[in-house]
């Protein structure tokens, strides 16, 4: 694959460029899914193609293509080029990258057990189980489960010399289970909502989640949910749990501190940020207690390799510390723009067919000092709530409104009630410096976002949020 991507850097040379690269990715995506007894989705495919960028001049060409010969890619090298000589006519200002040392190296996510080894027909017998346990009561509707595999080997060359090979491998499990009665319909899932769990891991994920022990709680707490008592309203201490906190994170945390959104490149589609250049180091964004820290070189995340799409290598940065905004997302492109001469490594692209683009790294919330029990032990009026829902947040990453699963009541201490239809609403700022306390290490976990969107046109990206259960002083909590 490097003899045949060498062609496309040959192209690119010729043409004096100012830099250029490809990607020649083959990507294997493996989904299977049951709902209510039956198999709803089992589909196995392989596409193998490759991206030419190039800058020539300042400005940027990209073109992609599929046919795997040398011709085929000198042909898709040179409409790159000539894309870039027509972005010219257009363009504001010159493009400058951040420098970057030129790197051999092969990257691969660590597994114990390859995915793609364990045969359909012991997947699909998970999954009949666990769907037989959801409707184990007759107040659930719809039960669905899916295991989901991806596995994207890539070759990458730039003309400054870098020779990357990665394999990424990541695995997601989970299910969901809706009761239905005449009061409404509730929905409980494990282990987490949108899809489950997804890590960059093996099959040992499946095998670790035991998913079939948790089938029949799930079900029993949707059923539960029906008769449940309404969230009440007002102001709550809230306990955030689960992949709630992860999605908390990645909308008010992780894409504000994306720099080209930051700098109006997303503006006109999904947003901009609060977070402007102008903060960088003395904005109070939350409590001294908050620490958030991106990783591209974090065990098991999904925005985790070993160089990315500019060919830079991984690292770990603060993008928050001790409640203070300290960092950003950044590529080759934009990290000039905050006075930094090197890029964070936050350059993915979908696939071989997109541009490679600003994206969230993995993200987490470093864990406090206090033992949950502790932590629940100090709430006197407060609720938790667990699983994401539904989500809402403004332009520009500010006011923000959310739903979970579902939440329990505490009073002096105890978890108590069961409610159902819990939500909790906030401002970005204000929100994050009333967290009071953040459970230590033993309860932190990394939860999976396999599903981010962003761009024009559309690219879906994969990242991790790591997280222990917090609490956040006088929420508000339900609807009034």
Not at 42 to 65: C, E, H, I, N, P
Not at 284 to 311: H, K, M
Not at 333 to 359: H, L, Q, V
Not at 430 to 446: K, Q
């Amino acid at each position: 694959m490097f003899k045949l991507g060498q062609k496309a850097i040959e192209t690119a040379r010729h043409h004096k460029v100012d830099f250029g690269d490809i990607r020649i990715i083959e990507e294997r995506r493996q989904v299977l899914g049951v709902k209510n007894g039956a198999i709803s989705s089992m589909s196995d495919q392989t596409t193998l193609g490759y991206g030419v960028r190039v800058l020539y001049k300042g400005a940027w060409g990209f073109a992609a293509g599929d046919r795997m010969t040398a011709a085929a890619v000198e042909r898709t090298a040179l409409k790159a080029i000539a894309i870039a000589k027509a972005s010219r006519l257009l363009m504001a200002a010159p493009v400058r990258l951040a420098p970057e040392p030129a790197y051999t190296d092969f990257w691969q996510t660590p597994f114990a057990k390859d995915p793609f080894a364990v045969p359909a027909e012991t997947k699909l017998d998970l999954l009949f189980k666990i769907d037989a346990a959801l409707r184990g009561n007759p107040k659930i509707k719809s039960a669905q489960s899916n295991l989901r595999f991806v596995r994207e080997h890539q070759w990458h060359l730039t003309t400054e010399g870098s020779r990357i090979e990665q394999v990424l491998l990541s695995t997601g499990a989970g299910y969901t289970a809706t009761a239905v009665d005449a009061g409404g319909v509730q929905v409980r899932s494990y282990p987490s909502t949108h899809g489950g769990q997804t890590l960059g891991a093996g099959y040992e994920l499946v095998e670790n989640l035991n998913l079939l022990d948790h089938a029949e709680r799930v079900r029993e707490e949707a059923v539960a949910l029906l008769t449940a008592p309404q969230c009440p309203a007002g102001e709550k201490d809230l306990i955030i749990s689960g992949n709630q906190l992860a999605l908390q994170i990645h909308e008010s945390v992780g894409h504000p501190s994306e720099l080209d959104r930051v700098l109006g490149y997303e503006e006109s589609y999904a947003g901009s940020s609060f977070a402007t250049t102008e903060k960088l180091g003395v904005f109070r964004y939350g409590s001294p207690l908050v620490n958030l820290v991106a990783d591209a070189t974090l065990p098991g995340g999904l925005a985790t390799a070993g160089y990315d799409d500019d060919a830079v290598k991984a690292q770990r940065w603060h993008i928050v510390k001790e409640g203070v905004l300290a960092g950003y997302m950044t590529n080759r492109e934009f990290c000039g723009a905050i006075g930094e001469k090197r890029s964070k490594g936050s350059c993915r692209a979908d696939g071989y067919s997109n541009i490679p683009i600003t994206r969230i790294c993995n993200l987490s919330l470093m864990p406090g000092a206090t033992p949950y029990e502790q932590l629940l032990d100090e709430t006197r009026d407060g609720i938790i709530m667990d699983n994401n829902k539904s989500w809402s947040i403004d332009q520009r990453r500010l006011n923000f409104q959310f739903g979970c699963e579902a939440a329990w009541l505490v009073k002096n201490g105890k978890k108590k009630t069961l409610v159902k239809n819990p939500t909790y609403q906030g401002i970005t700022p204000a929100f994050w410096n009333s967290c009071a306390a953040i459970a230590d290490h033993n309860s932190w976990r990394l939860w999976g976002v396999a599903n981010c969107g962003k761009g024009q046109p559309g690219q879906t990206a994969m990242m991790c949020h790591g997280s222990s259960p917090a609490r956040f002083s006088k929420v508000k909590i339900g609807i009034k």
